[in-house]
Structures are given as structure tokens and as C-alpha cells.
């Protein structure tokens, strides 16, 4: 759990791979664009900062979050050199049992998508209790959490493609 005041999305940039050779995806929900917006941003400019050419960042928008698993698959297989894809959604709980069954749901197809395939996807989904969480994770007090699965998506290429060398594919 965070810490109040903490920002979790600083890294050391020297323990970070350049990203200049990596095409990444960014799969973002249209639902709450104020936060997925800031999530999109945070990693952009995280790609960026870690070397990442802006040409090679391929952003598409769905719906909402439930679909960003059918977008993240159509990513893939129409770009079949990307090498990370980010997902950035958010769903806040409401009164319903809608949060859990989207929740369970998105979080289920990025597991599957990971396990069948071969490219890294990047779980970036807000679920928060209220807006303000979600506020304070994509930008506010607590840093930005597109910024931090950028940075996994990046170390997240360079172990496929350090697994590739070495012969260790399907």
C-alpha cells in the first residue's frame, strides 16, 4: 500500500534499457480520459525520456476498460513488431458488482494474453475506491502509473529480446 505522501513512479534512469530500438502499443480507454489521458501521457513520456522514438509509439483508443483486452489483441496482430503493449484504463467502484466483473475480467484477459502469447502486455488499470485515488495515481501525489508501466514495458522488451538471443522462444 502507498505511503501517503510518496511518489512511486521515480526510477533510476541509468537501470532503465534505452528504448530507442523498441516499438511499444498503448491500448487507452476513452472512459475517465481525464486519468487515462494523464496515464497516456506518463508513459509517453517515460518512452521518451528512455530513449523511445515518438514514430514508434502506436496509440489506439476503445471504448472502456473491458475493452482494452480485445484492443491489445487486434494490436498485436496487426502490428506484429511491437514489442510491449500497455493497457490504461480505470475503473472506480460503484455501487454495483459491475467494478469486480470488469475488474476480474480485464485482469484475466491480460493474464491470458501473456500466457498465449509473446508479447509482453502491460497491465495499467486504475481500481480505485473514489476519483480521488485515481487522481492522485496518474499525476498527483502518488506519481503516475502510466509512467511506471512504461518502465515495465520497456524492461519487459529487453527481456524478450535478451530471451530471443539466447534461443529461448516457442
Known sequence: MATANKNLSTYNKEEIPNAKDFKFGIVVSEWNPKITQNLFQGAFDAFLE?????????????????????????????????????????????????????????????????????????????????????IDR?????????????IAAIKMAQLRKDAKFYGFQD
Not at 85 to 113: A, M, S
Open 138 to 150: 496518474s499525476g498527483g501525489r502518488h506519481g503516475n502509473k502510466g509512467t511506471e508501466a512504461a
Open 50 to 134: 528512455n530513449g523511445a522514438i515518438k514514430e514508434n509509439i502506436v496509440r489506439w483508443n476503445v471504448p472502456g476498460s473491458f475493452e482494452l483486452v480485445y484492443g491489445a489483441k487486434k494490436m498485436i496482430e496487426s502490428f506484429e513488431m511491437l514489442d510491449a503493449i500497455i493497457v490504461v484504463g480505470v475503473v472506480i467502484q460503484g455501487e454495483t458488482k459491475h467494478f469486480d466483473f470488469v475488474c476480474q475480467g480485464v485482469t484475466q484477459g491480460v493474464i491470458d494474453l501473456n500466457v498465449k502469447g509473446d508479447t509482453p502486455i502491460i497491465f495499467c488499470v486504475l481500481t480505485d475506491n473514489h476519483i480521488q485515488q485515481s
